[in-house]
């Protein structure tokens, strides 16, 4: 291998590296001048799999946010003793059943068929939030918050992996932006059906129980419905004819790219060892202090803002689906216009630092509340645009199901569970620690997406100077001739 001293990958940067950030290891061209017949596939394969996997990602959400509404219907009150740790805790354990079946999961997300796996792990979450209308005890509770953390983990990460057995890179962003912001859309349905439970006059159940039965039958009936209606693979899938299957092959790089269903152990130690993988995660920890406690405290910080009651519920569906909107605004312009994720990130992360300085210094209750919608709308654009990021530049399907895994356990292990626990209801409605939490963990993102978008502006420029030494030895994935990671 060459030695290549500064001097020389500097003067070949300009003009070298802009669209030809894009290539792949395929000789499929990634550019959007495609055939009638591929763009025609291309929505056949959108109005397939984007509904059936945004409806897995709304329902998850449901599920997993329900708690923050369902405090106001009189959790708390009923089953944890009133106590705010008991209920800080039950958020927590959620992501300690989440971090654990991780990796497992997305490996097996991987080995076995698609849509039977994510199936499953949809009827069990499903089951599982079910359960948590009979619990008495924080002990009842906090046993089916860990196991719907566990079996959500066997999805929501593996969808960014199975995009990529359709997808190309530069239609990644847009397809997981729809994807997760379904996240935002739960936040203003759950707000939407809490106002519903909360109008219902009844004294035979707990409306928090009502809500937690209302939000998960669905989500068993649609778990069974993915097993059979969501398509595994191009070579396998019954929705393609063998025109249509040649074309979705060719578009991904082949056979060899997309049937790959064994582990290759070094691509695994790799993953662990990309300096890409750890930042990425640095990011997702930013982004989730945020995101964990806007899902479960936004509720709370609204009634204590001055919204009362329903009203408060009522309140949280317009800043998540300004998000939604922002999210997808934002996948568009990183995957068709600018063809790149850190800058984006960025502006995003600074958005969400804004939205959160403006939360912790104005006392008006009219500012606070415009505050959460750039606090929306900087946080949610920057999940898919990360998990995008992952994904595009790991080469190969273990290094990318790996990769994609560790970005999430990072994210989840410090973020998320830290960002259940800074929202005690001491410090309402001021939440000084809280709000400053999370302007810090947005900044901190927003430096580590701008460094890595320099370091693999770097490393791309290195790239191309060392293709001109026929001497070089190439790897495999992301480390063969002529592969650009997008920076």
């Known amino acids: 291998m060459s030695n290549i001293d500064d001097e020389d990958y500097d003067s070949e940067v300009s003009g070298e590296i802009e669209k030809k950030n894009l290539i792949s290891t395929s000789n499929i061209s990634e550019s959007s001048n495609m055939s009638k017949e591929e763009r025609r596939l291309l929505w056949k394969l959108d109005l397939i799999i984007l509904p059936i996997t945004m409806l897995l990602f709304l329902a998850a959400y449901l599920d997993r946010g329900v708690m923050g509404n369902a405090r106001l219907l009189g959790l708390e009150r009923d089953i944890l003793e009133n106590n705010p740790k008991y209920f800080n805790w039950a958020l927590s354990i959620f992501y300690v059943g989440h971090i654990a079946f991780m990796i497992p999961g997305n490996i097996f997300a991987k080995i076995f068929s698609p849509s039977k796996w994510m199936g499953f792990m949809c009827v069990m979450w499903g089951l599982c939030s079910a359960l948590q209308a009979v619990c008495t005890n924080f002990a009842g509770l906090a046993t089916t918050r860990f196991f719907l953390g566990l079996f959500e983990a066997g999805y929501g990460p593996a969808v960014p992996l199975y995009f990529s057995f359709w997808y190309k890179r530069n239609e990644m962003a847009l397809r997981n932006a729809l994807f997760i912001g379904s996240s935002a ?44 209606a969501l398509p595994d693979r191009p070579q396998s899938s019954k929705y393609l004819n063998e025109e249509e299957r040649k074309i979705a092959l060719e578009r991904i790089g082949g056979p060899a790219r997309s049937g790959i269903s064994s582990l290759e152990k070094d691509q695994i130690i790799l993953a662990f060892k990309d300096y890409k993988v750890w930042l990425s995660g640095v990011m997702y920890f930013g982004y ?10 936004m509720p709370t910080i609204l009634h204590d803002l001055g919204y009362q009651g329903a009203r408060a519920q009522l309140m949280s569906v317009p800043p998540y689906t300004a998000a939604f909107v922002v999210m997808i605004l934002s996948a568009l312009s990183s995957d068709k216009i600018f063809f790149e994720r850190g800058l984006h990130l960025t502006f995003c992360g600074a958005c969400g630092t804004f939205g959160y300085l403006v939360l912790f210094f104005a006392e008006s209750q009219t500012l606070r509340y415009l505050a959460i919608f750039f606090v ?57 620690l809280g709000f400053s939490a999370c302007a810090g963990s947005m900044a901190l993102a927003s430096l580590a997406s701008l460094t890595l978008h320099f370091l693999l502006r770097r490393e791309n420029a290195r790239r191309i100077v060392k293709e001109k030494d026929p001497n070089h030895v190439y790897g495999k994935g992301d480390m063969v001739k002529g592969f650009r990671y997008i920076i």
């Open 288 to 297: 989730n202090i945020a995101i964990a406690s806007i899902s479960s405290f």
């Open 185 to 228: 859309s739960a936040g203003a349905f759950s707000g939407l059906i809490a106002y519903a439970v909360d109008d219902i006059d009844t004294t035979m159940m707990a409306k928090w129980k009502i809500l937690f039965l209302l939000e998960s039958v669905p989500t068993i009936a649609l778990g069974f419905f993915t097993m059979f």
């Open 376 to 432: 929306t709308f900087g946080v949610y654009p920057c999940i898919p645009l990360v998990l995008s990021w992952v994904s595009n530049n790991s080469g190969t399907e273990t290094k990318r199901a790996v990769s994609l895994a560790v970005t999430v356990i990072i994210g989840h292990l410090f973020g998320s569970i830290i960002g259940t626990q800074i929202y005690p209801k001491s410090d309402g409605p001021a939440y000084r």
